[in-house]
């Protein structure tokens, strides 16, 4: 294997790392090494560890709650908004979460904006209380070496009805159209692996955006089942992460995401 293009010396393990990244792969793992290759090397390769961000800890907290509201509904015990406001805040403190930079008030004014998206999530009963979950917060994989691939991993969320329903947390309304494109990979990497472990075809996807507005509101963007073509672009990009690890081809791809990215800082260094 080639080294990597990258000026920033080897650690011991770097080479184990490199083959493991090479044997499973997750959307969220696969979306980062398209969008920026030195990104998914520092963050993946290096392991440079940076502090949490506070939208991250936001969506993490939001994401505790709904988890354990779906999971209190797998076992037909739904939660009370006490219960889910005690999950929050637990969530909120838990150190092993990771400690957050804050500025002086941001904390508060966070935490407030975050249940309050929980709570409108709640109140508008996007998905029935009553209604039993297909699955919730499954860990799956599918092996795809028949395709030359690695195994591809995941985590979904929700399954409803035969629906693969995904959160996400964000600061402005989702463009429906844009929304749809930019998360083709991980809404195409559910369907495979929905796919490969209940041998059917997905009744359709939900992306459930809670939006931390002033007053916080909830966008549901339904998609239909992945496509035949989005199935072969999902296989090409897998086939491209391969390759680009096999070749050690972590070069930076600078454009707007830059703005959000935490390894800035080592990125000017790299020659
Ligand atoms: S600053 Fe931009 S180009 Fe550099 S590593 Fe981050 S995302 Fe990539």
């Given at each position: 294997m080639s080294p990597p293009a990258c000026s920033i010396p080897k650690e011991p393990g770097e080479k184990d790392r490199l083959d493991d990244l090479q044997r499973t792969v997750s959307a969220s793992r696969l979306g980062l090494f398209l969008?920026?290759?030195?990104?998914?090397?520092?963050?993946?390769?290096?392991?440079?560890?940076?502090?949490?961000?506070?939208?991250?800890?936001?969506?993490?907290?939001?994401?505790?709650?709904?988890?354990?509201w779906n999971?209190?509904?797998?076992?037909?015990?739904?939660?009370?908004?006490?219960?889910?406001?005690?999950?929050f805040?637990?969530?909120?403190?838990?150190?092993?979460?990771?400690?957050?930079?804050?500025?002086p008030g941001e904390e508060e004014c966070?935490?407030?904006?975050?249940?309050?998206?929980?709570?409108?999530?709640?109140?508008?009963?996007?998905?029935?209380?009553?209604?039993?979950?297909?699955a919730v917060e499954v860990p799956i994989e599918a092996d795809l070496h028949q395709h030359g691939l690695p195994k591809l991993i995941g985590v979904l969320d929700l399954?409803?009805?035969?629906?693969?329903?995904?959160?996400?947390t964000c600061a402005t309304t989702p463009h429906a159209e844009k929304i749809v494109h930019a998360t083709e990979i991980q809404t195409s990497a559910y369907a495979l692996l929905y796919r490969h472990n209940t041998g059917q075809?997905?009744?359709?996807?939900?992306?459930?955006?809670?939006?931390?507005?002033?007053?916080?509101?909830?966008?549901?963007t339904p998609l239909p089942p992945m496509s035949?073509?989005?199935?072969?672009?999902l296989y090409r990009q897998m086939e491209a992460y391969l390759n680009g690890l096999q070749h050690g081809q972590f070069v930076p791809s600078p454009g707007m995401h830059c703005?959000?990215?935490?390894?800035?800082?080592?990125?000017?260094?790299?020659?």
């Open positions: 969008q920026c290759r030195l990104k998914f090397y520092f963050r993946h390769v290096l392991r440079l560890k940076k502090p949490k961000t506070p939208s991250l800890h936001v969506g993490s907290s939001v994401h505790a709650v709904l988890k354990a999971k209190a509904r797998w076992v037909e015990q739904p939660l009370t908004l006490k219960q889910a406001h005690d999950v805040f637990d969530a909120w403190a838990d150190p092993a979460e990771g400690s957050v930079p804050w500025e966070e935490k407030t904006t975050g249940w309050r998206l929980v709570e409108t999530y709640l109140r508008e009963s996007h998905v029935p209380a009553e209604e039993k979950p297909d399954v409803q009805q035969q629906q693969i329903i995904d959160y996400k075809q997905e009744k359709g996807m939900q992306l459930h955006h809670l939006v931390k507005l002033k007053n916080p509101k909830v966008v549901l035949p073509q989005q199935e072969t672009r703005a959000s990215c935490e390894f800035f800082p080592e990125c000017r260094h790299w020659h």
